[in-house]
């Protein structure tokens, strides 16, 4: 006899449904989050930074993260933002964008910078071996926690991300294919006893559901089989055939 499963209530499989749903945009986010801010300037050889002061805004405010590409002085043009050191060699940098470019005395070129909002451009001109690089990318509001994590700290949070987001991902997938199988179980069949020969030879006539038996045969389980005359067969007389037993279907 089958029985029926029960089924959860809608309220159950809406509070399912969200929290599968969570579950996939914070992984997608912690993912996207990873690729931009750790991984991408790590193949491209960039260098990320925080702005810290609002010369830039509002396009770049306090707290933006930067990603900054090395690149040739020879391709930058006017428009561009870039990164350069406000004094050759020394590690404090700013970032602002070119307003204009001129040749010195040696050929080489140089850039006068000057912040989206500041009034005025920046008082020295900016030469080639100060630029750090263009501004490739940029990243509103977490640059200040990427400062508190620290350049030596990213590498190993990294690491660690990309372990918790695999072994979350290998969650979320045995979990799926568990909630599928609860979904589709298999059939189940009604128990039918099937007195079945187990010696002597049969034969089966034209009709499908008709089994040719001799009348010395046995049962798989041991009794006589029921016997009844014929007159459409072409057994010898004496013989006798029983009715096969239906096969059980799926309910």
């Known amino acids: ?29 912690a993912a996207l989050a990873a690729l931009v801010l750790i991984i991408v300037p790590l193949v491209t050889g960039s260098q990320t930074y925080t702005v810290l002061t609002s010369s830039m805004a509002p396009s770049y405010a306090p707290g933006t ?83 508190g994590l620290g350049n030596s700290d990213r590498g190993e949070i990294a690491q660690w991300a990309a372990v918790g987001l695999l072994g979350y991902g290998i969650v979320l997938l045995v979990r799926g294919s568990l909630e599928k199988k609860r979904k589709n179980p298999a059939a189940e069949v009604d128990a039918v006893v099937l007195d079945l020969p187990t010696s002597g030879a049969f034969t089966r006539d034209a009709g499908p559901a008709v089994r040719h038996l001799h009348e010395n ?35």
């Open 1 to 29: 006899m089958s029985t029926g499963h029960s089924t959860a209530s809608p309220a159950v499989r809406v509070l399912k449904l969200a929290g599968t749903a969570i579950s996939l945009v914070a992984m997608s986010v």
């Open 65 to 147: 993260f930067l990603v900054v590409k090395p690149t040739p002085a020879d391709a930058l043009r006017i428009g561009d933002v870039i990164t350069f050191q406000i004094e050759s060699g020394k590690p404090a940098v700013i970032t602002h964008r070119i307003t204009g470019i001129a040749a010195g005395q040696n050929g080489e070129r140089t850039f006068t910078t000057q912040g989206d909002n500041n009034a005025v451009a920046d008082q020295f001109p900016v030469m080639e071996a100060q630029i750090r690089g263009k501004l490739s990318y940029a990243v509103p509001y977490v640059g200040f926690v990427a400062n």
């Open 217 to 251: 045969s046995t049962t798989a389980f041991g009794h006589d089989p029921v016997l009844r005359d014929c007159d459409h067969c072409d057994h010898p007389a004496g013989s006798f055939h029983t009715a096969e037993v239906p096969k059980s279907v799926a309910v």
